[in-house]
């Protein structure tokens, strides 16, 4: 299963024409939403009798097939952004029926028929003591946050709005207006604090003949009125243009790669660009027009797979990232956070040559990828291993911590992640190992303000603030 992870690696309840979330079990005809490489929601109930639609919000077709081989219920392969029902489900009697893409075959789900008594939800599940507090909603499918100048803005995937919120007194958030519209898919936004400029990572259908998308950045001047290309043609495709931070006058990128793998993801297919995919690239903040070969493009950091954010440690030039590790290497190819001092040479970590796991006694360790000639010994190691596929995804410094959330996955035996976790760093960029702080839902980003740590719930639309100063 692709993570973002957005991104992607992404849940999307059944949306109304009015952009809201309602339970499916309260229709008589269900919804299943494709979103980033994901069936959303993961568990759909349903009533016997009731039927069953596939709404496709990505930009590649999808479908919905009964496992194993569509024999109980199956979709025609549906384009995107449009719909199409899911035949036979009227007749399927009671019990629980699992469901795949047979285009995609990681992305899985599950049609519950009378079992369930409504939608299964991932409520938060809040450790003692951490004073977590509902604070904001109703911003569907909300991708990335940032703190600016008063206000929380935060970028919806399935509408391509930033929308705008107040911060008001004790942290609660004002209901959302639009400040910014016309995206895609936007995965990342950030200002930068010297002139008001709002920087959004979005995708787009690619122009390269066998890649499914290209990365473009957008420049949004102060009140959101107008924009302006800052970067276009950032190549990725299985992954996208994820999280960014402004530091020092540049703006630094998190570029996603194309494949699973490091290579084509079929025969003759294009497979990643080594300095440009899986890669931390910087460019000048007034920069526009440029495109991935420009001069003006510095490579920080390579040998990622779907990094999907960068922040930096206050007073430093120390570069954090989370990476999602491959899909395919189980039990290696751990989710990462790295580290990239961009004041020095850029850091090659390895991906695809060299992939993460642990040994039978729980240590670190490495293997070479057999499918790539690179050798583990020259690359830089992690800051510290995350877990098998929790996807891990945004991050945000505070206090002393790097908070990071897990989206989590919907596959395999096991769920993981759906939880936020913290990593201690000392003075000296030391960091220890996880801990966590949150479980629940689908957190996808996180920022942090005086009144502590926004958590942005990719599932619910829900804003929760972590008041950090009772943890």
């Known amino acids: ?67 194993p081989d569509g024999s109980l219920f199956h979709s025609p392969d549906v384009a995107p952004g449009t719909t199409a029902p899911v035949a036979d489900v009227e007749s399927l009697p009671a019990g629980q029926y699992p469901f795949y893409c047979t285009i995609h075959p990681w992305m899985q789900g599950v049609l519950d028929v009378g079992t369930l008594p409504g939608l299964p939800t991932l409520p938060p599940v809040v450790l003692p003591d951490t004073g977590a507090l509902p604070v904001g909603g109703a911003v569907v499918t909300p991708t990335s946050l940032v703190a600016h100048d008063g206000s929380m803005y935060v970028a919806s995937y399935a509408t391509g709005v930033v929308s705008q919120m107040s911060i008001l007194p004790g942290g609660l958030l004002g209901p959302p207006t639009p400040y910014a519209s016309g995206f895609t898919n936007p995965l990342g936004i950030t200002f930068d604090p010297a002139d008001g400029t709002l920087f959004v990572a979005d995708s787009h259908p690619s122009a390269t003949p066998g890649r499914t998308t290209d990365g473009r950045v957008w ?75 420009s001069p003006e493009v510095v490579v920080e950091a390579t040998g990622m797979r779907n990094v999907y954010d960068v922040a930096f440690r206050p007073g430093t030039d120390e570069a954090w990232m989370t990476m999602n590790g491959p899909d395919t290497f189980d039990p290696f190819g751990e989710d990462l956070l790295l580290k990239a001092d961009v004041a020095g040479a850029a850091p090659d970590f390895g991906f695809p040559g060299c992939i993460y796991g642990r040994d039978g006694q729980g240590a670190v360790t490495a293997i070479d990828n057999d499918q790539i000639d690179r050798s583990c010994g020259t690359h830089q190691t992690p800051e510290q291993l995350l877990g098998l596929h929790v996807s891990a995804d945004g991050l945000v410094f505070h206090g002393g911590y790097i908070y990071i959330a897990e989206f989590g996955n919907f596959f395999g035996n096991e769920v993981v992640g759906h939880r936020v976790v913290r990593v201690p760093v000392g003075s000296d960029g030391v960091s220890g190992p996880p801990q966590d702080v949150i479980v629940g839902a689908a957190p996808l980003d996180v920022t942090a303000t005086d009144d502590g740590v926004y958590i942005a719930d990719f599932a619910t639309g829900q804003i929760t603030l972590l008041r950090t100063s009772l943890l």
């Open 1 to 67: 299963m692709t993570r973002r992870r957005l991104l992607l690696v992404a849940l999307l309840a059944a949306v109304t024409c009015a952009g809201g979330l309602t339970p499916v079990a309260a229709s008589s005809t269900a919804t299943a939403t494709t979103v980033g490489f994901t069936f959303v929601p993961p568990v759909i109930s349903i009533a016997p009798g009731d039927s069953l639609q596939l709404t496709n919000s990505d930009l590649v077709p999808h479908n919905l097939h009964s496992a």
């Open 219 to 293: 420049a949004v001047d102060p009140g959101g009125a107008t924009k302006a290309v800052v970067i276009d043609g950032l190549p990725n495709g299985r992954h996208n243009t994820n999280g960014m931070e402004v530091h020092g006058a540049r703006l630094f990128i998190a570029n996603g790669n194309s494949t699973d793998n490091g290579g084509p993801d079929s025969p003759g297919g294009p497979g990643d660009v080594p300095d440009r995919s899986g890669a931390l690239l910087s460019v000048p903040v007034d920069a526009r027009g440029l495109t991935s070969v």
